[in-house]
C-alpha cells in the first residue's frame, strides 16, 4: 500500500487510519489539515505487524494529535520508519502507546501548540530502534515518558528540545529541568540540544528550524538521504 502525494482537509475523525496491516505500507508527501475533536488523530495507524514507512508528510491538527503510532511491531518483518515529517498538534505532535518495537524516528519537526510534542504514553512495552536527529518543541513538554510505559531508547542522540513553558521532560512523573537531568533519567540523549528551533511559522504547521545552534548538529543515518525539501 503506497499513500503518496495527497491532500486531506476537513475530515470529522481521523484523516488516515490504518489499522491490523500485515503488510508493509508507506505514507509519503501527504498534506493533513485535520481540525476533529481533541481525541482524534491526523494519522492512526495501530495494531500493524510488517512495518511500514511515514516519510515527508506534513500533518496539522488543530485540536488533537498529529500522528499516533499504537502497537506498531514487526513480528512478519520489515522496520517501522518516521522520518523526515512536520508535524503539529495541539494535544500532541507525536505518541506511541502499546506494544512497539522496531521504531525509527528519526529527522522528524515536531510541535505541539497546547501540550507535549513528543509522547511515550499510557503503558506497553515500546523499544525505539533509533530517535535521532529530530526537534521537538511544546507547549508543556518538550518529551513525555508516563509511568506506566516500558520503554527501551537505542541509538537516541542529536534531539533539540524546548518547552515554551519551562521543564524539557516529564519523566516518570518526574519534570526535568534540562539535557543533563534528561540524559542521567534515560541514558540517551547524547550531543542534544535545549533551546527554541525558531520554527520558521508555527501558525501554518511549516517547522522549518531557523536556530542557527541546529546548522548541520545533526548526525548521518545511512537510510536517510534527503531531508523534507528532497
Not at 38 to 45: G, M, Q
Not at 78 to 96: C, D, E, I, S
Not at 97 to 109: A, V, Y
Not at 146 to 157: C, I, Q, Y
Request: charged letters at 10%; proline letters at 2%; hydrophobic letters at 40%.
Amino acid at each position: 500500500l503506497l499513500v503518496q502525494n495527497n491532500r486531506f482537509a476537513g475530515q470529522s475523525v481521523n484523516a488516515i487510519n490504518i489499522a491490523s496491516a500485515q503488510a508493509t505500507f508507506t505514507l509519503r508527501h501527504n498534506s493533513v489539515s485535520h481540525t476533529p475533536s481533541v481525541y482524534n488523530h491526523a494519522i492512526l495507524l495501530g495494531n500493524t505487524s510488517a512495518g511500514c514507512t511515514v516519510e515527508g508528510n506534513r500533518v496539522e491538527n488543530t485540536n488533537g494529535t498529529a500522528c499516533a503510532l499504537l502497537s506498531m511491531n514487526t513480528a512478519l518483518g520489515g522496520q517501522n520508519r518516521v522520518f523526515n515529517n512536520m508535524f503539529k498538534g495541539a494535544t500532541y505532535g507525536l505518541w506511541t502507546t502499546g506494544t512497539c518495537n522496531g521504531l525509527r524516528i528519526d529527522n522528524n519537526s515536531v510541535y505541539a501548540s497546547a501540550g507535549v510534542a513528543m509522547l511515550f504514553f499510557a503503558s506497553g512495552a515500546q523499544t525505539i530502534a533509533s530517535m535521532r536527529n529530530n526537534v521537538f518543541h511544546g507547549f508543556s513538554y518538550a518529551l513525555q515518558r508516563d509511568a506506566g510505559v516500558t520503554l527501551t531508547l537505542n541509538s537516541t542522540s542529536h534531539n533539540a528540545l524546548y518547552s515554551s513553558t519551562g521543564d524539557a521532560a516529564l519523566w516518570n512523573g518526574a519534570a526535568l529541568a534540562g539535557i543533563p537531568a534528561l540524559q542521567a533519567a534515560s541514558g540517551q540523549f547524547a550531543n542534544s540540544f535545549e533551546g527554541d528551533p525558531l520554527y520558521f511559522d508555527q501558525a501554518t504547521a511549516d517547522l522549518h528550524a531557523y536556530a542557527m545552534e541546529l546548522d548541520a548538529a545533526g548526525t548521518p543515518i545511512a537510510a536517510v538521504t534527503d531531508d523534507f525539501d528532497g
